[in-house]
């Protein structure tokens, strides 16, 4: 059963143009969502997080929205840059499990120039 | 930049064989997680260690699997009488605290012959 869903597998976008992932999920006790970037052969690096009690956060380039009625997120890039190609994995937790994780399967971005 | 080190980078073991991922936090780092990516799929949690501690192993398959944060040195995966499907790459990370981000190592790739 996934709890977290991200149903594009993968999108290409041009170069200074808005690029839009979605996640879904489906645990209604998860608190805390994150967005993870991860280039072939490394580790996920954190890129942005939404606590369940504010519906954006922005850092720069990367906006997070989180609709929870819908149970569903989503991270904005703008402007895409070529640099940003890679799979971002959205991950969730409940706030009392601290760390533990629950990743959707990813979406392979490409940003062509 | 001292981040969470993981090695080997590559394992090959034959079947039958033991397999033992490493995992130094990064520095003042005491929470540890274990995650695996299988092929085509996101990270999934394993366990979550604090120093000689096993605080959540929920997600660790029952038998052949263990884990191990000793007082002193990195954190160990064991994996007993690898099988095929064990092949996968195998992701550390380390927070400060419970609830502060996590930061991953590159990931430890396991392959099964």
């Known amino acids: 059963d996934q709890q977290v869903k991200q149903n594009s597998p993968s999108l290409s976008v041009q170069e200074g143009r808005i690029s839009i992932l979605n996640c879904d999920y489906t645990?209604?006790?998860?608190?805390?969502f994150l967005w993870y970037k991860k280039y072939p052969a490394e580790g996920p690096t954190f890129l942005i997080s939404?606590?369940?009690?504010?519906d954006k956060n922005e850092d720069g380039r990367f906006t997070v929205f989180l609709n929870k009625s819908a149970k569903h997120l989503s991270l904005h890039i703008v402007p895409s840059q070529p640099g940003d190609s890679a799979v971002y994995f959205c991950?969730?937790?409940?706030?009392?499990?601290?760390?533990?994780?629950?990743f959707g399967a990813g979406t392979i971005l490409r940003v062509k120039s | 930049n001292a981040g969470v080190m993981q090695n080997p980078r590559h394992l090959v073991r034959r079947r039958g064989q033991e397999a033992r991922l490493r995992c130094s936090p990064m520095?003042?780092?005491?929470?540890v997680y274990w995650y695996r990516q299988l092929p085509e799929e996101g990270l999934k949690f394993m366990v979550y260690?604090?120093?000689?501690?096993?605080?959540?192993e929920s997600g660790m398959p029952k038998e052949r699997f263990s884990a191990e944060f000793p007082k002193e040195g990195p954190s160990i995966l064991r994996i007993q009488q690898v099988v095929r499907g064990d092949s996968a790459a195998y992701f550390c990370?380390?927070?400060?605290?419970?609830?502060?981000?996590?930061?991953f190592g590159q990931g430890t790739r396991l392959t099964v012959v």
């Open positions: 520095k003042g780092h005491s929470h």
């Open positions: 260690l604090q120093k000689e501690n096993i605080i959540d």
């Open positions: 991950a969730a937790t409940e706030g009392r499990y601290g760390n533990k994780l629950v």
């Open positions: 645990n209604s006790m998860f608190d805390y």
């Open positions: 990370a380390s927070s400060q605290q419970l609830n502060t981000e996590a930061f």
């Open positions: 939404i606590s369940s009690i504010k």
